[in-house]
Nanobody, 120 residues
Framework: VQLVESGGGLVQAGGSLRLSCAASGSTFSISAMGWYRQAPGKQRELVATITRSGGSTNYADSVKGRFTISRDNAKNTMYLQMNNLKPEDTAVYYC??????????????WGQGTQVTVSS
């Protein structure tokens, strides 16, 4: 499975961005997906996750009410709508996907990351 993020950039505080994560390869094995981020000098942290069906989502407290995760399985693409961005949201954002076969985790896939910079 290959994951490619896009949609990052520079935005002023209060602005919005929409990140996309396009999956290719053995996409039939993809189960849960998620977005993570890593700011300079900090550890990578969970932003949001979504189940295979999209019926269940989970968010970090710091982004609840501002970010929305979604996915379109027909397009093999996951999204992260980010509204009311804050300077502390500045980070490299990574796409993650779990590969599952016969109920067993067979892969943990990462994209290359996309930079999001929020100016004050």
């Amino acid at each position: 499975v290959q994951l490619v993020e896009s949609g990052g950039g520079l935005v002023q505080a209060g602005g919005s961005l929409r990140l996309s994560c396009a999956a290719s390869g053995s996409t039939f094995s993809i189960s849960a997906m998620g977005w993570y981020r890593q700011a300079p000098g900090k550890q990578r942290e969970l932003v949001a996750t979504i189940t295979r069906s999209g019926g269940s989502t989970n968010y970090a407290d710091s982004v609840k009410g501002r970010f929305t995760i979604s996915r379109d399985n027909a397009k093999n693409t996951m999204y992260l709508q980010m509204n009311n961005l804050k300077p502390e949201d500045t980070a490299v954002y990574y796409c993650n996907a779990e590969g599952v076969a016969a109920g067993t985790l067979v892969g943990d896939y990462w994209g290359q990351g996309t930079q999001v910079t929020v100016s004050s």
